[in-house]
């Protein structure tokens, strides 16, 4: 369906001519995103003030438009797409930085602002903002609060959810409302806040968000380690949070992964490696971090096959780079490769790597995973191979038996890449019909004419 | 109205005749919480199932009988007041702790244990569930759900909310659902989880909680300062945040406050003092912990009437004490008191505190105010005369004015206590129609009768 032209001059009005876009060049902009899907929305608008967004959605309300919030487009569950065309609704020229509030320790930003970008202004002022999923370098805030992404450092600081204090929403049918700010607590009314976290765009637009920030904790160490497989990597992830003290990062990679990364870069690593872990700690005194993660060093290094303590930033950075290489690896097998991302109880990683190890075997395809194995967070990329489509009923039905698995396993189907429009069908294997519908008519409350990135989050 | 007849026998059978009351007796014993109002339920039922609660509530909801669960009774806000009549639906016996994971750090409970038993259990395991409300020895898991608790350690750990993993939820028409569970991440569809945490018991009853735990750290060091007054503590809380490294709590009191403590008890401080600061550190190793809290005590005693950093356990306790025996300490002027709880900006205490002693002057009228510096959560004190009605017109324009001050510096009418139906009246100067109409769209969807604690948030 077209967009009424009289609709699209008024729509084009909202935010001046050189800010919207009819033309298939800028909708094919805004077709996909990083879920390799596509669909072409009718116009692309990219509004400057929470005022033009308040009036673009009013508009496209009134119309039963279809607003698609269009950010990084890095999302892998499909959240930007805009399946039933509609308004690309770009947030890229919303990127300020409001305010960096170093006393309350509060950061007011819009939400086209990149994340890496965000990190870095406010690291200036010794300032973390600890969310750090692995795309801050082209990632944004308001995607970030959208799919409430999480990162590397869950374990010890927690998601995105924990970091917004304050948002700026707009609603529906246009309403700009604000919820929460620069308090640490506050318990006054439900706290529709955090319900818009996570909500995928499908509740309404953010237009501003105040942020939590901590102290830049200034030490951190960390080693990586070569081993025999995954089981041992699992038990040793146990151990060395048996230790106490929380590290900021347990990341791990399995024996597929390792072996692209092997064939893919330069990195040098025992033939035999069947999993790789990395530990990092962070804290204020460099004497005490340096001792929680040598502790827990010698607990890793006993048992691997090889092992490497981080002497200095530099080779830090060398450790991340290994694990940093698994995503473009796995990619090099396969530009069809898919990546899920189930979520387990810590403890059901184990089984959960055993469960897709038996699956892979039955469907004769590749699984590479890694991830936060503090978080118990498994990427688990599927190889589809070049000739083969992956839609292929063959591979949904692998998709559908490790969501089964993880169910059983008693986790969830993201952990961080949010339901889209990719699992959607899948819901019901986490939820009751009950809690389908309790969700459901959040939406229709929320969004009675159900214009907010239709085709997200339910089938 | 009088509970019909045939209906509470069939609300009887469910719990078994021992744990039903429908004599004054145990009805007037549900009749009152914290905050000293009263209203009779028709019958109080002591359920010890999910299945029981799912029972009862689903007969209250087809009869349309008001529902209000009773746990600990120690809300400041009425949230446990049976202000409709209708069922006390009392949680003391699901007070069990269901399984402690120690390798998944969390812990399942029933909604009725007490949370200072809960945090001793965990600590044996060491492990520590960092909310803590002072309240903790007799309020209740479930009852610091429902009010989102926040308490002494929030500018390190955060509230209640951060440690809500999972949660079983009775629905207003008796369907039992189940959102989370142990998994630190997870994103699948809204979360709905959080949407209950801090909504009053308005929304459902909740019967199983899975709980975040961290490990336990050993090491505490902590200090008090006896200061000339507020504006000097408030400086001080700001230079101790700018060392970096987080306090686990930094308290303050007042000299109103400071007044009372003199008088009502032995504690031995100078005359003139006008503030008094608690700040207290944690961590992994003892050298680090001691540098942190030694820095931040060289900088506050350097401008205190009186200072003293605690060189064991039983000298922190000691220090405690003064901060503790604020509340009994202003209770012996007045039994009247008025216990209000704003939170703001942490910048933005030293002038909520001028404030507030403008108003006072005002009035002629004694506030007292002491809490969480580090979280700008202002427990404040007025002390209602014994013989003036608390509900005079005075009082209640003066307290209209606290919060109108609290909105002028960007802060918000509760921090940890809840609206309950004391502060509803005043939820119009926090938030807009529209946002108020939006969580009121919210309580009707999830229940459409009204009868889980009506007269609670909204007015």
């Known amino acids: ?63 039963s438009i279809p607003v698609v919030t269009w950010a990084g487009g890095s999302g892998l569950s499909g959240g930007a797409i805009p399946l039933k065309g509609g ?75 924990d970091y917004v204090l304050g948002l700026e929403v707009v609603l529906p049918d246009g309403s700009i409302t604000r919820f929460g700010g620069k308090m640490l607590k506050s318990v006054s009314g439900y706290d529709v806040m955090r319900l818009f976290v996570g909500s995928e765009g499908t509740l309404g637009v953010f237009t501003e968000a105040t942020l939590k920030l901590i102290p830049l904790p200034p030490c951190v160490e960390a080693f990586s380690a070569f081993l025999n497989d995954t089981n041992l ?36 690593f025992p033939e035999e490696t069947g999993a790789f872990l990395l530990v990092e700690y962070d804290g204020w005194h460099s004497e005490a971090v340096r001792a929680s993660a040598e502790k827990a060093f010698k607990v890793v290094s006993a ?34 490769k898919l990546s899920e991302d189930v979520s387990v109880p810590r403890t059901q990683i184990g089984p959960m790597l055993t469960a897709i190890n038996t699956i892979e075997k039955a469907y004769g395809l590749t699984i590479a995973c890694f991830g936060h194995a503090g978080d118990g967070n498994i990427h688990i990329n599927v190889i589809v191979p070049e000739d083969m489509d992956k839609h292929d009923p063959k ?65």
């Open 1 to 63: 369906m077209a967009l009424d032209q009289a609709i699209a001059r008024k729509l084009t009005e909202i935010v001046g001519v050189q800010n919207a876009g009819t033309e298939v060049e800028a909708r094919i902009c805004h077709s996909y995103d990083a879920s390799k899907q596509s669909a072409m929305p009718d116009i692309v608008l990219k509004p400057a003030t929470t005022e033009e967004v308040s009036e673009i959605v009013k508009c496209a309300n009134e119309n």
């Open 87 to 161: 308004i690309a609704l770009d947030t890229c020229r919303m990127n300020r930085i409001i305010e960096i509030d170093t006393k309350n320790m509060t950061a007011t930003v819009q939400p086209g602002i990149v994340v890496t970008e965000f990190q870095n202004e406010v690291a200036k002022l010794c300032l973390l903002y600890p969310p750090d999923p692995a795309s801050a370098d082209f990632c944004t805030i308001g995607g970030n609060i959208s799919e409430c992404a999480g990162g590397l450092r869950c374990i010890k600081y927690g998601v995105t959810r």
């Open 233 to 268: 990597a699992m038990e040793l992830v146990h151990e060395v949070l048996s230790i106490g003290e929380l590290p900021r990062a347990i990341e791990f990679m399995d024996r597929n992964t390792m072996k692209a990364v092997r064939n893919h870069s330069k990195f040098d």
């Open 303 to 336: 048992k691997a096959l090889q092992s490497k303590f981080a002497a200095n930033q530099k080779e830090r950075d060398a450790l991340w780079a290994v694990r940093k290489a698994s995503s473009p690896a796995l990619y090099s097998l396969s530009s069809k």
């Open 395 to 459: 591979i949904e039905k692998m998709i559908a038996e490790i969501f089964e698995r993880a169910m059983e396993l008693k986790g969830t189907l993201s952990g961080e890449h949010g339901i889209g429009n990719l699992k959607a069908k899948y819901m019901h294997l986490e939820f009751s019909e009950r809690e389908i519908e309790l969700m459901k008519s959040l939406k229709k409350t929320i969004d009675p004419k159900g214009i907010m990135n239709p085709g997200k989050i339910f089938v």
